[in-house]
């Protein structure tokens, strides 16, 4: 019971962090940057499955890694743009926003599950700790 509570909360704690990661993504989508710097790098989440005890049971997640998007990012031509150069073009992050609201969705509906678990887990907890007091 406790360590299906510890296997949740390595999910909530890795799927706060991707949800944490799209938000930032999503916030920066229409960074323009001149181009003669990096354009906004997006970051994606790496995660990896805790090894298991003697019993074989896996023990969660863990992330691993937030890798970076390219910082060549995607030149547009915008010469109104205050930072555009010479012809007329700035450089804009690589960043697909279907791509970001998917894994949104995913991540929020996997976060979701991983706290139904936690709840149901505590439930269980409190209704064995009634049943030995006699309740």
């Given at each position: 019971m406790?360590?299906a509570?510890?296997t949740?909360?390595?999910?909530?704690?890795?799927?706060r962090?991707?949800?944490?990661v799209?938000?930032?993504?999503?916030?920066n989508v229409?960074?323009?940057s001149p181009?003669?710097?990096?354009?906004?790098?997006?970051q994606?989440?790496?995660?990896?499955p805790?090894?298991?005890?003697?019993d074989g049971?896996?023990?969660g997640?863990?992330?691993?890694?937030l890798?970076s998007?390219?910082?060549a990012g995607v030149?547009?031509?915008?010469?109104?743009n205050p930072?555009a150069d010479?012809?007329g073009y700035?450089?804009?992050?690589d960043?697909d926003?279907?791509?970001?609201?998917?894994?949104?969705?995913?991540?929020?509906?996997a976060?979701?599950?991983?706290?139904?678990?936690?709840e149901r887990s505590?439930d269980?907890?409190?209704a064995a700790?009634?049943i030995?007091k006699?309740?």
């Amino acid at each position: 019971m406790f360590d299906a509570i510890s296997t949740s909360g390595t999910g909530l704690t890795t799927y706060r962090t991707w949800l944490d990661v799209i938000a930032n993504n999503i916030a920066n989508v229409n960074d323009v940057s001149p181009t003669s710097g990096p354009a906004f790098q997006a970051q994606y989440v790496q995660a990896q499955p805790i090894d298991g005890g003697p019993d074989g049971a896996g023990q969660g997640v863990a992330v691993t890694g937030l890798p970076s998007s390219s910082a060549a990012g995607v030149l547009e031509y915008d010469p109104n743009n205050p930072v555009a150069d010479a012809n007329g073009y700035v450089r804009r992050p690589d960043i697909d926003m279907s791509e970001q609201m998917g894994n949104l969705i995913m991540a929020q509906r996997a976060f979701q599950a991983n706290a139904n678990v936690v709840e149901r887990s505590t439930d269980i907890y409190k209704a064995a700790i009634d049943i030995g007091k006699g309740i």
